[in-house]
């Protein structure tokens, strides 16, 4: 079955350092989106791309966090510097247009010290 | 404003009991509406979804209703097992829209 792919799945770091989080979507979809998992907010959309353009990153804060996708089978998102507030699970999920389900990656636990 | 959420945090069921996982949303104008199940150290993983235009959908041990009148969507799982103790979000998308909006789950924990 085709997956979405995250790397690193873990990630521990001190406040103030850069954070690169990397999505492999399925190949194929053109829809990309980064959402943020806390047990407070629960799941919190930070940036939608279609076709590789970012069409909404509202959720994110801009001053610090920044998404983009180079190409179609890798999307980026970083955060510098990082803040202990930013300690969350970030999940990737790519899917198609329309009314169509998103498929997950299993996420990046991150950890801001 | 709009907002999707569940009636019930956490649901324990004996193992071969049906389970119901019940989703209220507000926005009517929604019109495509999905259950993801998401385990412990993993991401959501799709599991059903049905469109405003029917009322039921059936899958694999899983039912999935859908009430437009009141605004309810209820995901039902026959025979339920240890495994399929999980957390389960519903999302809804409202026409026209790409980005889907997610609820805060229900845990359900299944007891051998």
């Known amino acids: 079955d085709a997956r979405v792919t995250q790397t690193p799945r873990h990630k521990v770091t001190e406040m103030g350092q850069e954070v690169t989080m990397r999505c492999q979507p399925i190949l194929g979809h053109n829809t990309v989106f980064w959402y943020r998992q806390t047990m407070m907010q629960g799941l919190e959309l930070l940036a939608y791309f279609r076709n590789r353009a970012p069409l909404d990153d509202s959720g994110m804060p801009k001053d610090r966090f920044s998404a983009e996708m180079p190409d179609a089978t890798l999307a980026t998102l970083k955060i510098q510097p990082s803040e202990p507030r930013d300690s969350a699970v970030y999940f990737c999920?790519?899917?198609?247009?329309?009314?169509?389900?998103?498929?997950f990656g299993d996420g990046t636990r991150l950890s801001i010290l | 404003g709009e907002s999707v959420g569940l009636h019930l945090p956490t649901l324990s069921v004996q193992e071969g009991d049906n389970s119901i996982i019940n989703c209220a949303y507000s926005?009517?104008?929604?019109?495509?509406f999905i259950w993801y199940k998401q385990e412990s150290g993993k991401g959501p993983q799709f599991i059903i979804d049905?469109?405003?235009?029917?009322d039921k959908r059936q899958g694999q041990r899983v039912t999935v209703l859908l009430n437009k009148t009141v605004k309810h969507l209820s995901l039902q799982i026959a025979a339920t097992q240890p495994g399929d103790s999980a957390v389960y979000f519903c999302a809804e998308k409202r026409e026209g829209s790409y980005i889907p909006t997610f609820g805060r789950g229900t845990s359900l924990i299944v007891h051998p």
């Open positions: 049905i469109r405003s235009n029917m």
């Open positions: 926005n009517s104008a929604s019109d495509y």
């Open positions: 999920a790519s899917g198609w247009t329309g009314n169509q389900p998103q498929h």
